[in-house]
T-cell receptor, first 114, second 115 residues
Framework: AQSVTQPDIHITVSEGASLELRCNYS??????LFWYVQSPGQGLQLLLK??????LVQGIKGFEAEFKRSQSSFNLRKPSVHWSDAAEYFC????????????FGTGTRLTIIP | NAGVTQTPKFRVLKTGQSMTLLCAQD?????MYWYRQDPGMGLRLIHY???????AKGEVPDGYNVSRLKKQNFLLGLESAAPSQTSVYFC??????????????FGPGTRLTVL
C-alpha cells in the first residue's frame, strides 16, 4: 500500500527566506507525485506534479520540487517566500499505471513572519 | 466554467439526522472523490467513482453512502449522523490521463457539525 509522510507539522519562516517542505513516500512501483496547497477555508489547489522525465519540476507561484528515487522523497522548495504563501501544504502519491486514487500526507502548515 | 462545486457550504445536524451532500463538476471528468479532512489527519478518502453508475469504498467508508447517477454529479449521504462525522468534506474530480487518474480538482468544501 502506498503512504506519504510529511515529517514537519508546522514550519515558520521569515518573509524573503528560502523554504523547503519535506515529503517522503512509500510505493513499490513508479509513483505519481503531487504537491497541493490549501489556503484557510479553501479547497486544495495543485502546485505541481511529477509524472516522469526531469526530476526537478516547476510549479505555480515560484515553487519547485525534486524527485529523488533513492531517497523516496519529493521535497518542495521556494527560494524566497512571500506572506501570501502562508497556507497548508499537502504531498500526495498515486500509482503511475492504473491510478484511481491518491494518498495524501497529513500536511505541513506554513507560517510566514515579517 | 465553475469547476467543482459543493452544496451546501455549511450544515449543522443533530445526531441521528440524515443529509446528502452534492458535488457537481462541469469538466467532464470520469473520476470523482469524496474526502473528509480532520485536524492532524490530512485528507482521508471516503468513497470514489471511476465512472457513471460505479462507486468504490475508500479508506473510511463506514457511515456513508454515495451515488453517481450522472457523470457530473457525485452525492454523499449520511443516513444517521454521528458526532464523529463532524468534519470538513471535500469533493474532487479528475480526468483520465495517459495511464490513469491525473490531477484532482477540489471543491471549496462543506463544513458539517453533528451535535
Amino acid at each position: 500500500a502506498q503512504s506519504v509522510t510529511q515529517p514537519d507539522i508546522h514550519i515558520t519562516v521569515s518573509e524573503g527566506a528560502s523554504l523547503e517542505l519535506r515529503c517522503n513516500y512509500s510505493y513499490g512501483a513508479t509513483p505519481y507525485l503531487f504537491w497541493y496547497v490549501q489556503s484557510p477555508g479553501q479547497g486544495l489547489q495543485l502546485l505541481l506534479k511529477y509524472f516522469s522525465g526531469d526530476t526537478l519540476v516547476q510549479g505555480i507561484k515560484g515553487f519547485e520540487a525534486e524527485f529523488k528515487r533513492s531517497q523516496s522523497s519529493f521535497n518542495l522548495r521556494k527560494p524566497s517566500v512571500h506572506w501570501s504563501d502562508a497556507a497548508e501544504y499537502f504531498c500526495a502519491v498515486g500509482a503511475y499505471f492504473g491510478n484511481e486514487k491518491l494518498t495524501f500526507g497529513t500536511g505541513t502548515r506554513l507560517t510566514i513572519i515579517p | 466554467n465553475a469547476g467543482v462545486t459543493q452544496t451546501p457550504k455549511f450544515r449543522v445536524l443533530k445526531t441521528g439526522q440524515s443529509m446528502t451532500l452534492l458535488c457537481a463538476q462541469d469538466m467532464n471528468h470520469e473520476y470523482m472523490y469524496w474526502y473528509r479532512q480532520d485536524p492532524g489527519m490530512g485528507l482521508r478518502l471516503i468513497h470514489y467513482s471511476v465512472g457513471e453508475g460505479t462507486t468504490a469504498k475508500g479508506e473510511v467508508p463506514d457511515g456513508y453512502n454515495v451515488s453517481r447517477l450522472k457523470k457530473q454529479n457525485f452525492l454523499l449521504g449520511l443516513e444517521s449522523a454521528a458526532p464523529s462525522q463532524t468534519s470538513v468534506y471535500f469533493c474532487a474530480s479528475s480526468y483520465f490521463g495517459t495511464s490513469g487518474a491525473d490531477t484532482q480538482y477540489f471543491g471549496p468544501g462543506t463544513r458539517l457539525t453533528v451535535l
